[in-house]
């Protein structure tokens, strides 16, 4: 996999993408202060290439958006001190 960053801005943005074998993903994340805590907005896109990955993105998309939900409230949880 190749991951790209293609926007930062410390503390408030960045965006990347995510590029395999017969599938492409761009990410969005904000963070928000909300003064004792950070609201982090995510969003991705998915795309596929070739017929078999097309076939198979609507199975997989929920898993995918799943796991990236849970990677991103683990890292809030590290940028904001409370996991280790």
Do not use: N
């Not at 293609?6 to 590029?19: K, N, Q, S, V």
Request: hydrophobic letters at 40%; proline letters at 2%.
């Amino acid at each position: 996999m190749i991951e790209t960053i293609t926007a930062r801005e410390p503390e408030r943005h960045f965006a990347g993408d995510l590029e395999t074998d017969g599938m492409q993903c761009t990410i969005y994340v904000d963070f928000v202060d909300k003064g004792d805590s950070t609201l982090m907005r995510f969003r991705s896109d998915f795309w596929s290439q070739g017929f078999l990955m097309r076939l198979m993105m609507p199975f997989m998309k929920g898993q995918i958006r799943a796991r990236q939900e849970g990677d991103m409230k683990k890292f809030k949880a590290l940028v904001e001190g409370r996991e280790r």
